[in-house]
């Protein structure tokens, strides 16, 4: 079945600084990888997500590009803030439609 | 509200109690999912349920736990014979079409077994 490994587990910056996730993926036919974020206390929120059609999708200050052929995709965040400080999900859809995620990394922006 | 409810928030029981953790789902949503996070872990898959068809349970730990969705719409998770290890926080989430649709989470049943 579909496995996902994500690096690094904790990540540590300076506000302004960016910060880039990676997630590599088993299942060759996967064509769908969403990005979570979660907040203390929360469920996990879409923040953006990725078709295996395009290679690269961006959203403000947030952006995700995906390798098919060595079965990778990876969140870039520039400009970070405070609130971006979260715990973040890579995810990529198995056979049958469930969502596998990986491990979460924590992400701390020390003004 | 409109969005995913879970109940209760935190429940605390002692070892080899059941437990029963109800997610109702956003109207209209035939995709409903369960997810365990145990503390500063990842998100396990337990338990998918899309429209009419047979669940998908291969996510499930043990025997111990079973899950139903009533009508497509509400969700019971039950945990039996209660472990220590079963200890988390329990996650449900629903989507529109269950393909690749974006999953709105509640805000999860937090489980603690003594």
């Known amino acids: 079945g579909e496995n996902v490994e994500q690096h690094p587990s904790t990540l540590s910056v300076q506000e302004g600084d960016s910060a880039v996730i990676k997630c590599t993926y088993s299942d060759s036919a996967s064509n769908y990888f969403p990005w979570y974020k979660q907040e203390l206390g929360k469920g996990p929120q879409l923040i953006i997500d990725?078709?295996?059609?395009?290679g690269e999708k961006k959203d403000q200050r947030i952006a995700v590009t995906l390798n098919k052929t060595a079965k990778h995709f990876s969140l870039h965040i520039t400009e970070t803030q405070p609130e971006d400080s979260a715990v973040y999900f890579c995810a990529a859809i198995a056979q049958g439609g469930k969502l596998i995620f990986g491990q979460g990394t924590e992400l701390s922006v020390k003004p | 509200g409109a969005g995913v409810s879970q109940s209760p928030s935190n429940k605390v029981t002692e070892k080899g109690k059941d437990v029963e953790l109800r997610c109702d789902p956003i109207?209209?949503?035939?995709?409903l999912y369960w997810y365990r996070q145990s503390l500063g872990q990842g998100l396990e898959f337990l338990i998918y349920f899309q429209g009419n068809s047979a669940p998908d349970k291969s996510g499930l730990p043990s025997d111990r736990f079973s899950a139903e969705r009533t009508g497509g719409s509400v969700s019971t998770l039950t945990i039996q014979r209660t472990q220590q290890e079963d200890s988390a926080v329990y996650l449900c989430?629903?989507?529109?079409?269950?393909?690749?649709?974006?999953?709105?989470f509640g805000e999860g049943s937090r489980l603690t077994v003594l």
């Open positions: 109207s209209g949503h035939t995709a």
């Open positions: 990725i078709r295996s059609n395009v």
């Open positions: 989430a629903s989507s529109l079409d269950g393909v690749t649709g974006e999953l709105f």
